[in-house]
Nanobody, 127 residues
Framework: QVQLVESGGGLVQAGGSLRLSCAAS????????MGWYRQAPGKQRELVAL???????NYADSVKGRFTISRDNAKNTVYLQMNSLKPEDTAVYLC?????????????????????WGRGTQVTVSS
């Protein structure tokens, strides 16, 4: 089982910055996909930024040029640097990591997959 713990959220004025972190722990063999999503009250969850192994990062149009996603593979941690924050960035930010467990399915001799979510961290941007 894989657990994710997010940190770094808080209250910031418009134009300010925050850095979110998401650390994974548990039965992790490899992490292939790391991403940040957000959900504002009354709105659907939306992708903010995504990074896959060996690929460049993808960003929502609304955050391009302001947010940067990065990863530390040795620590199974993904970060989201958020600059020039706007009130419309206010939301609960959730981390997602997916990959393979270090346990193998004995019937098929392949590693188990995991797709884990954190509980979220609140980001509030005041005008």
């Amino acid at each position: 089982q894989v657990q994710l713990v997010e940190s770094g959220g808080g209250l910031v004025q418009a134009g300010g910055s925050l850095r979110l972190s998401c650390a994974a722990s548990g039965s992790i063999g490899s992490v292939n996909r790391m991403g940040w999503y957000r959900q504002a009250p009354g709105k659907q969850r939306e992708l903010v930024a995504l990074i896959r192994s060996g690929e460049t990062a993808n960003y929502a149009d609304s955050v391009k040029g302001r947010f940067t996603i990065s990863r530390d593979n040795a620590k199974n941690t993904v970060y989201l640097q958020m600059n020039s924050l706007k009130p419309e960035d206010t939301a609960v930010y959730l981390c997602n990591q997916a990959g393979y467990s270090n346990f193998r399915d004995p019937d098929h001799d392949v590693p188990f997959e995991f797709d884990a979510w954190g509980r979220g961290t609140q980001v509030t941007v005041s005008s």
